[in-house]
């Protein structure tokens, strides 16, 4: 009959153990707001996410008052706890980037015989034109795409019919 006793005195223990870690479990489960907020607030990488109580806030937006927003919104959620880490940035210099996009793609040498023109419009490059072979779509965008301050590129290149 002894052996059965401190057995039952471990379980018991163990068995205690585990309803705080049960209790605590609830608390710390991660949800997902992001849903609930995109298209609501302009905000680059939006992500809202609720950890132990606490809403964390992170994006990029170039307007303080849009994130001040996100945080108001948050709140009319029902959240009083709320992180807000979206980044304030520098809006790019379109002008800037469509200057130095021409520039690149003017002297790279495998986009000879290219008729290409660029747009810029808060740093959504645009890329049009004729191009000599497909492998020239992929060479001007990559180009443009290492650009500071682009946050985006769309081709809209075509195949030079006289080739």
Same mark, same amino acid.
């Given at each position: ?92 210099? !379109? ?46 965008? !990559? ?21």
């Amino acid at each position: 009959m002894k052996p059965r006793l401190p057995l039952l005195g471990a379980a018991f223990v163990a068995a205690l153990c585990l309803i705080p870690l049960s209790a605590t479990a609830d608390s710390t489960a991660v949800v997902d707001l992001t849903s609930q907020l995109t298209g609501q607030v302009d905000v680059d990488g939006l992500s809202a996410i609720e950890v132990g109580g606490i809403v964390i806030l992170r994006g990029r937006t170039t307007d303080l008052a849009i994130a001040q927003r996100a945080g108001a919104l948050t709140q009319n959620l029902g959240y009083t706890r709320i992180a807000n880490l979206i980044q304030i940035v520098t809006p790019p210099d !379109d002008a800037a980037i469509a200057r130095q996009a021409e520039r690149r793609l003017a002297m790279h040498r495998a986009l000879d015989g290219c008729r290409l023109r660029v747009d810029s419009n808060k740093g959504v490059v645009t890329v049009a034109g004729k191009v000599n072979q497909e492998l020239q779509k992929d060479i001007a965008v !990559d180009l443009v795409r290492q650009i500071d301050g682009v946050r985006s590129v769309r081709s809209d290149l075509s195949m030079n019919r006289s080739y």
